[in-house]
């Protein structure tokens, strides 16, 4: 199924000279990565109020009224610029509810808790905790896993055989009934293929 989806740097140049099918093929091809990846940015008092479709929904509406700017400019790959489309709209839900929020429990209770501190810069803390590393080694995670489904299956087995469980090319090699040669060449360009489809965003 992966080796017929067209690639993305292909739907842009459709999408450039006016193609209105690309533009829809676009902002729909990572509804579903970025409602994963913005799940993981929703701390826990945000997602008692919005779901995640709704981060992405507004991500990918603000990205169609964009989409031209950035065709032109094309500062980042697509992904990371739908990343950062959708990162906004967390922050700025953060703000219009939590930081709210916080507002009206201060006119409720004037006098701080012992122990903060009343000059703590909110958004400050939302930067730390948006680029923590663990959410972007979990994010990257995600990518990867998304990468490996649009390989063939027999590569994906290959890889999953030799990167995550570390099996030997012989291993691989009498597993698929092929010489330890035809397993080593069949593993570099699974792995060639995996590093073309991670590269296409």
Do not use: C
């Amino acid at each position: 199924m992966g080796q017929n989806r067209e690639p993305t740097h292909h739907l842009l140049a459709r999408a450039e000279s006016g193609d209105s099918s690309a533009r829809d093929q676009l902002l729909e091809r990572y509804r579903e990565r970025l409602k994963r990846s913005v799940a993981l940015r929703l701390d826990d008092r945000l997602s008692a109020r919005l779901d995640a479709s709704d981060i992405v929904q507004e991500a990918l509406t603000t990205a169609a009224r964009r989409l031209d700017d950035y065709l032109v400019q094309r500062p980042m790959p697509f992904l990371d610029w739908l990343k950062r489309l959708a990162r906004d709209r967390i922050i700025d839900a953060h703000r219009t509810h939590i930081m709210a929020e916080r507002r009206s429990v201060a006119r409720e209770n004037p006098r701080p808790k012992a122990g903060t501190n009343e000059s703590e810069d909110p958004t400050q803390s939302l930067s730390q905790y948006e680029h923590s590393e663990a959410l972007d080694r979990a994010d990257r995670l995600l990518e990867l896993q998304d990468a490996l489904n649009l390989l063939r299956p027999g590569d994906r087995q290959i890889v999953t055989m030799r990167h995550f469980e570390n099996q030997t090319p012989a291993q691989i090699a009498h597993y698929f009934g092929i010489t330890e040669g035809a397993a080593k060449v069949r593993t570099v360009r699974a792995l060639l293929r995996l590093r073309e489809i991670l590269s296409d965003r």
